[in-house]
């Protein structure tokens, strides 16, 4: 018998994890909570049961959750709540069939690998992570939590990155980089050399343009 999973969120993001989640074949989608939806609405034919709440009654019935919200910081701050409140539920990892998870590779818990990415030898990807279609991750790399890959990024082996950082569509990062915590790669940037944390950087190369405070919007 499939384990069921609840998903957290019922946006765009979350399409994309119920269609992982269903693809991979491991478990089964007992439902959605969003408090912004009505109970009963459906996303992909699965069902919006409310809010947290409606899982203080019925924990005992979940095997596991993924949180399926695209902002990195508000999937932090939602997996701390539910930390809080339910300290025994654990969180599921989602692997679509189509990427490819190198030998000595590991994924952490509640992070999604969609469609086509690739996690190469002893890469590490921390928990709650996105890595988007076409991402690649080269090996020895060492991914931060609540990290976030749009479409057909790239790292060379040994890249660090820090927690809470996105790395936005088309952007390529060379052997050896290391990015700071809470930091942005802008779309179809060239990294080549370090980026602090707190930062924006963008371009061809790469160039820090201003700082960036924890939990500020990107998306």
Known sequence: MSKRIIIFGAGGHAKTVVDTVEKAGIYEIAGLLDQRLSAGEQVYGCTVLGSDDWLASHAGTIDGAIVAIG???TRGLVVQGLKRKFPDLPFATAIHPSAQIARGARIG????????????????????????????????????????FAPRCATGGN????????????????????????????????VVSDVPP???????????VRPRAAGERYL
């Open 109 to 148: 818990a509640g992070s999604v690998v969609m469609a086509g990415a690739v996690v190469n030898s002893d890469a590490i990807i921390g928990e709650h992570g996105i890595l988007y279609p076409g991402t690649s991750v080269d090996h020895d790399s060492r991914i931060g939590s609540f990290v976030s």
């Open 159 to 190: 890249v660090t990155i820090g927690d809470y950082t996105a790395v936005a569509i088309g952007a390529v990062l060379i052997h050896g980089r290391t990015i700071g915590e809470h930091s942005v790669i802008g779309a179809g940037a060239t």
């Open 71 to 73: 902002d990195n910081w």
């Open 198 to 208: 707190h930062s924006v950087a963008y371009g061809t190369p790469a160039r820090v």
